[in-house]
């Protein structure tokens, strides 16, 4: 099986969501208010994988009293594979709360070392295994894990409103190429150490574009694109280092053969909360074309384009 072999820490999130907008009727009473949040999860994906396929259970969801937990039954089984750039797959829909200020959400997953994820997938296109798992090419499955998972999900920190008779909508972004590791001595289980996004989608916006055949079709590249902050010179990410300039996003390259029945190649990177980056072109997230990045300007709601000729 071929994994990236680096292993991340969980990147706990904060400060990436925004207050949405939203206001009451005149005179009624706040403590009576209520509004939706809705969240839904998409992936920056891996190569070599055919499906990851995580199982959500419930949801946890933090005010300024206990907290309420929204169960999911039955379960949402995704195949991130199948959500990538600005794709995503809705786990909680318009889901009503009281209106105001809270302090985090934990996504409940089934995901527990020594379990038999992947137990009963039929190798087709479906998540149709029990618990959570990945399927290779060559039709290998191996269970997914988190640590500590049973007990505490995935917790994204982070405050949050939810807007009185307003709704607040995000996604959470897995990032596959800085998650998964196949650590020593736990085989056949997978580590999902999930590298995740909170966005708060009326801040989002797309990057996409074209690689140069010359960059991604080389013989024995794996062709990405990373999405770095502004002003990072591209860099590889280092084992075990929690780095602020290690990408915010990244993206596999996909090949397509065109009416002319030659081969092009494209990228998309969803959700990326508005503002300046620096993305780059790489074969092994080593080296990277061109060696100090590419500007791009993302706003909400806009698909800007970036080309590697």
Same mark, same amino acid.
């Given at each position: 099986?071929?994994?990236?072999?680096?292993?991340?820490?969980?990147?706990?999130? $904060?400060?990436?969501?925004?207050?949405? #907008?939203?206001?009451?009727? $005149?005179?009624?009473?706040?403590?009576?208010?209520?509004?939706?949040?809705?969240?839904?999860?998409?992936?920056?994906? /891996?190569?070599?994988?055919?499906?990851?396929?995580?199982?959500?259970?419930?949801?946890?969801?933090?005010? $300024?009293?206990?907290?309420? *937990?929204? %169960?999911?039954?039955?379960?949402?089984?995704?195949?991130?594979?199948?959500?990538?750039?600005?794709?995503?797959?809705? /786990?909680?829909?318009?889901?009503?709360?009281? %209106?105001?200020?809270?302090?985090?959400? &934990?996504?409940?997953?089934? #995901?527990? &070392? @020594?379990?038999?994820?992947?137990?009963?997938?039929?190798?087709?296109?479906?998540?149709?295994?029990?618990?959570?798992?990945?399927?290779?090419? @060559? !039709?290998?499955?191996?269970?997914?894990?988190?640590?500590?998972?049973?007990?505490?999900?995935?917790?994204? =920190?982070?405050?949050?409103? *939810?807007? %009185?008779?307003?709704?607040?909508?995000?996604?959470?972004?897995?990032?596959?190429?800085?998650?998964?590791?196949?650590?020593?001595?736990?085989?056949?289980?997978?580590?999902?150490?999930?590298?995740? &996004?909170?966005?708060?989608? /009326?801040?989002?916006?797309?990057?996409? !574009?074209? *690689?140069?055949? +010359?960059?991604?079709?080389?013989? @024995?590249?794996?062709?990405?694109?990373?999405?770095?902050? +502004?002003?990072?010179?591209?860099?590889?990410?280092?084992?075990?280092?929690?780095?602020?300039?290690?990408?915010? #996003?990244? #993206?596999? *390259?996909? %090949?397509?053969?065109?009416?002319? @029945?030659?081969?092009?190649?494209?990228?998309?990177?969803?959700?990326?909360?508005? !503002?300046?980056?620096?993305?780059?072109?790489?074969? +092994?997230?080593?080296?990277?074309?061109?060696?100090?990045?590419?500007?791009?300007?993302?706003?909400?709601? =806009?698909?800007?384009?970036?080309?590697?000729?």
């Amino acid at each position: 099986m071929q994994l990236i072999s680096k292993q991340y820490p969980i990147i706990i999130l $904060s400060g990436l969501l925004a207050v949405v #907008a939203g206001c009451g009727s $005149s005179g009624s009473d706040p403590a009576q208010e209520t509004g939706s949040l809705s969240l839904a999860v998409s992936d920056g994906p /891996i190569h070599n994988a055919t499906k990851v396929c995580i199982t959500f259970d419930e949801i946890e969801i933090k005010g $300024s009293g206990a907290s309420t *937990v929204v %169960a999911l039954d039955p379960p949402e089984k995704v195949n991130l594979l199948d959500f990538q750039g600005k794709n995503a797959a809705p /786990i909680l829909s318009n889901h009503e709360l009281p %209106a105001g200020q809270y302090q985090w959400m &934990r996504l409940g997953v089934d #995901a527990v &070392r @020594g379990s038999n994820g992947g137990a009963g997938d039929t190798g087709g296109v479906e998540c149709d295994g029990v618990s959570s798992y990945i399927a290779m090419e @060559g !039709g290998s499955t191996y269970n997914l894990y988190v640590p500590s998972g049973a007990q505490t999900g995935l917790k994204l =920190v982070g405050g949050f409103m *939810v807007p %009185a008779n307003g709704s607040a909508n995000f996604t959470a972004e897995f990032d596959l190429m800085k998650s998964l590791n196949s650590p020593v001595g736990q085989a056949p289980d997978v580590m999902l150490k999930p590298a995740v &996004r909170l966005v708060n989608n /009326i801040e989002a916006g797309t990057l996409v !574009g074209m *690689v140069s055949g +010359d960059l991604a079709g080389v013989e @024995g590249c794996d062709p990405s694109v990373f999405v770095f902050n +502004d002003g990072v010179t591209p860099n590889a990410i280092e084992d075990d280092v929690e780095n602020p300039d290690d990408p915010v #996003a990244t #993206a596999m *390259v996909n %090949a397509e053969i065109d009416d002319a @029945g030659e081969t092009e190649y494209s990228y998309s990177v969803g959700y990326l909360t508005a !503002g300046e980056y620096e993305a780059a072109f790489t074969c +092994d997230g080593a080296v990277f074309e061109p060696a100090d990045g590419k500007g791009a300007s993302i706003s909400a709601n =806009v698909v800007t384009t970036l080309d590697f000729p």
